[in-house]
């Protein structure tokens, strides 16, 4: 059954301590792997698509990696701001749904 | 670019009764939308995926009969909860997917807060 693991559950860092946030995933024939923000009682808003194995990309403080395993969402120097849930995705070939992980739950505090 | 509208935001109802909602791409043709329902504190759960002029394909565990999903146009997919019951209380959200250039990422909604009394 095609999963995607995130960790930790929740995570508070300081303004400014950098952190990543960890996606795994066992999805055969991954065609994408996706990272959305959340913020309470919205919907999620896309942030990156990686596709290969080796990709990065950045926004901002964020910048999101991929191995053939897993995949990191590394936040450099944080802001209160950056608060959010953070969700993983994946999708496999020949499909467009989205398998969801649990989030990451993220507080920066001032 | 690349934003999905869903009205109403937030919707009271009573029991027995049923709600619409509607999801819209606003400056993209979205060849398919899909249907999420997210409870508290939980992650996004499919419910359906809808193409354009075709029916909906429901997740297993979905009541099709209960959820009704017309995609009558490349912008406007509809959610309709048939004798909506407390337990159908719950965050729902639509997403999007098609615009060119960027192969089946999905945009979503704000999301409406369903409440059944």
């Known amino acids: 059954e095609d999963q995607v693991t995130q960790s930790p559950e929740a995570l508070r860092l300081q303004e400014g301590e950098s952190s990543s946030l960890n996606c795994s995933y066992t999805?055969?024939?991954?065609?994408?792997l996706f990272w959305y923000r959340q913020d309470p009682g919205k919907g999620p808003e896309f942030l990156f698509t990686l596709y290969s194995a080796g990709e990065e990309k950045e926004k901002e403080r964020l910048k999101a990696t991929l191995t053939k395993k897993e995949s990191f969402l590394h936040i450099t120097a944080p802001k209160p701001e950056d608060s959010a849930t953070y969700l993983c995705?994946?999708?496999?070939?020949?499909?467009?749904?989205?398998?969801f992980g649990k989030g990451t739950k993220l507080t920066v505090n001032p | 670019g690349a934003v999905v509208s869903q009205h109403p935001s937030w919707v009271i109802c009573k029991s027995g009764t049923s709600v619409k909602i509607e999801c819209r791409s606003l400056?993209?043709?979205?060849?398919?939308m899909f249907w999420y329902r997210q409870f508290p504190k939980q992650s996004l759960m499919l419910m359906a995926t809808s193409n354009e002029g075709s029916k909906a394909t429901y997740e297993q565990g979905v009541e099709k009969d209960k959820f009704l999903i017309n995609h009558a146009s490349l912008t406007l997919s509809t959610l309709t909860v048939t004798s909506a019951h407390p337990e159908d209380s719950s965050f729902y959200i639509c997403?999007?997917?098609?615009?060119?250039?960027?192969?089946?990422?999905?945009?979503f909604g704000p999301g409406t807060r369903l409440t059944v009394l």
């Open positions: 999805v055969s024939g991954l065609r994408g």
């Open positions: 997403s999007a997917s098609g615009t060119p250039g960027s192969y089946n990422e999905q945009f």
């Open positions: 995705a994946a999708t496999q070939g020949g499909s467009e749904k989205l398998v």
């Open positions: 400056d993209f043709q979205a060849t398919t």
